[in-house]
Each structure stands twice: as structure tokens, then as C-alpha cells.
């Protein structure tokens, strides 16, 4: 059972990672797009400004999803019988990293959140 309990945990934090891992990269590149977008609109027109305003539905699609997915992470860490020693370690860096996708990481929202959360009306 020991180890059943490791190998779902560490697909879970595989899963995790690469999601992580591809909004950073994803992060960088829009950021580079922006920044060189921005550049050619200040050019053309210098009194241009950018902002952009979550709505109130989305932030509490947002909030909802951060918090059952803390759980089921909380959740799955502790229920486990392995990593002992280590499971407020990896609380942590699971929050670390859920936070920053949820509140900080526009790509992981608007390319894979959002497009979830328009599935799930669907249904």
C-alpha cells in the first residue's frame, strides 16, 4: 500500500510540475509579446493605455478552484502513508506553486481555467 501511495502521489506532483513548468514558459513568452506589442502601440499612439479587470463570476471561479485544489492536494499528502517526515514540507511548496498559478500565471487562467470551467457549463 506504501507504495501505491507514492506512485499516485508522484503522478500527482508530475502533473503538477509540468503544469507549473509550462506557465513559466508560457509566462515569458507572452510577456515577450506584450512587451514588443506594447513598444510598436507607444510608438503609434502614446497616450495608449492597457489595462485589463477581472470580473466578479471569474474571480470566484478563481477562488473556488484554488481552494478545492489545495484540498485535494492537502488531501492526498496527507492520507498517505509515505513521505513521513516530509508532508508539511510539500504542503507547502504545492501551495506555493497552486497559488502562484491560480492568483499570478495569466496563461495557466486564461488557456487552461477558464476553458475548463466553460466545459463544466456545457454539462
Given at each position: 500500500?506504501k507504495y501505491?501511495d507514492?506512485i499516485?502521489?508522484?503522478i500527482l506532483?508530475?502533473i503538477?510540475?509540468?503544469?507549473?513548468?509550462?506557465?513559466i514558459l508560457?509566462?515569458?513568452r507572452?510577456?515577450?509579446?506584450?512587451?514588443?506589442?506594447?513598444?510598436r502601440?507607444t510608438?503609434?499612439n502614446?497616450?495608449?493605455?492597457?489595462?485589463?479587470?477581472r470580473?466578479?463570476q471569474s474571480?470566484?471561479a478563481?477562488?473556488?478552484f484554488?481552494?478545492?485544489?489545495?484540498v485535494?492536494?492537502?488531501l492526498?499528502i496527507e492520507?498517505?502513508d509515505?513521505?513521513v517526515?516530509?508532508?508539511?514540507?510539500?504542503i507547502?511548496?504545492?501551495f506555493?506553486i497552486?497559488?502562484?498559478?491560480f492568483?499570478?500565471n495569466s496563461?495557466?487562467?486564461?488557456s487552461?481555467?477558464f476553458?475548463?470551467?466553460e466545459?463544466?457549463k456545457k454539462v
Amino acid at each position: 500500500m506504501k507504495y501505491a501511495d507514492l506512485i499516485a502521489l508522484s503522478i500527482l506532483h508530475l502533473i503538477l510540475l509540468v503544469l507549473f513548468f509550462q506557465s513559466i514558459l508560457a509566462q515569458i513568452r507572452t510577456n515577450y509579446r506584450k512587451d514588443r506589442e506594447r513598444n510598436r502601440m507607444t510608438t503609434d499612439n502614446p497616450s495608449a493605455d492597457l489595462s485589463i479587470h477581472r470580473g466578479e463570476q471569474s474571480m470566484n471561479a478563481i477562488y473556488v478552484f484554488y481552494g478545492a485544489s489545495t484540498v485535494i492536494f492537502s488531501l492526498a499528502i496527507e492520507c498517505s502513508d509515505c513521505l513521513v517526515g516530509f508532508k508539511s514540507a510539500l504542503i507547502l511548496i504545492d501551495f506555493s506553486i497552486l497559488s502562484y498559478l491560480f492568483y499570478f500565471n495569466s496563461w495557466f487562467r486564461n488557456s487552461f481555467l477558464f476553458p475548463v470551467i466553460e466545459k463544466m457549463k456545457k454539462v
